[in-house]
């Protein structure tokens, strides 16, 4: 036997690229379900409100869409965005005393 029968390494390499691809995709629909069913809760049904409740069912999955996007190092935009908001602790001293 001349040929090399081995498993690789990267065998499931491509299921787990699609299995974060179908979590994200999971998590935009899940956001536009979110939203069409409190969007008469929060707007009501008269007048301009109408089209502010599709203005919201559009931009709410657009922009949880927007936070899952790759960002820097390999993380997301809401992955960076919360590293960025946990390092940002200063403390504010007076000099009077």
């Keep these: ?12 390499a491509k ?3 699609a ?3 179908m979590w994200k995709l999971v998590a935009v ?3 536009l379900v979110i939203a069409f069913f409190t969007m ?3 707007f009501p049904n008269e007048g301009i409100w109408r089209y502010m409740q599709l203005v919201y069912v559009g931009l709410t999955p657009t922009w949880v869409d927007y936070l899952l996007m790759p960002a820097v190092a390999g ?3 809401l992955g960076c965005l919360f590293i960025a908001l ?8 007076s000099f009077q005393k």
């Design 40 to 42: 008469s809760k929060i």
């Design 86 to 93: 946990v390092r940002k602790k200063r403390f504010y001293r």
């Design 19 to 21: 299995g974060f691809v």
């Design 29 to 31: 629909a899940l956001s």
């Design 75 to 77: 993380k997301t935009t």
């Design 1 to 12: 036997m001349n040929g090399n029968y081995g498993v690789t390494r990267d065998i499931y």
């Design 15 to 17: 299921m787990k690229v």
